[in-house]
């Protein structure tokens, strides 16, 4: 079982940044592969970033350049810089922890944060 908390949306402006963190408990966080998805009203949920145990990460190309995603395994706590942000990029961003096991594979949510980026 794994718990997963999201921290640090918010409201911000265009071209402004934040930085998302996802702390999780009752597990060793290190031997899961990290995403962060997104939802926004009246879209389906999309991947945004993934950090695998072994560190390879990919960025989704809507963010590429702009959205780092990075992880502190000492702190199981997982990161979303998100820099230079657009009105597109409002949504609530939800964070993930997956891994293969015998017969199929955890699969693991937190509750999710609000990005709002509006003028």
């Known amino acids: 079982q794994v718990q997963l908390v999201e921290s640090g949306g918010g409201l911000v402006q265009p071209g402004g940044s934040l930085r998302l963190s996802c702390a999780a408990s009752g597990s060793d966080l290190s031997i899961y592969t990290m995403a962060w998805y997104r939802q926004a009203p009246g879209k389906q949920r999309e991947l945004v970033a993934s950090i695998t145990s072994a560190g390879s990460t990919n960025v989704a190309d809507s963010v590429k350049g702009r959205f780092t995603i990075s992880r502190d395994n000492a702190k199981s706590t997982v990161y979303l810089q998100m820099n230079n942000l657009k009105p597109e990029d409002t949504a609530v961003y939800l964070c993930?922890?997956?891994?293969?096991?015998?017969?199929?594979?955890?699969?693991?949510w937190g509750q999710g944060t609000p990005v709002t980026v509006s003028s």
């Open positions: 993930n922890a997956k891994r293969l096991v015998w017969g199929g594979q955890d699969d693991y």
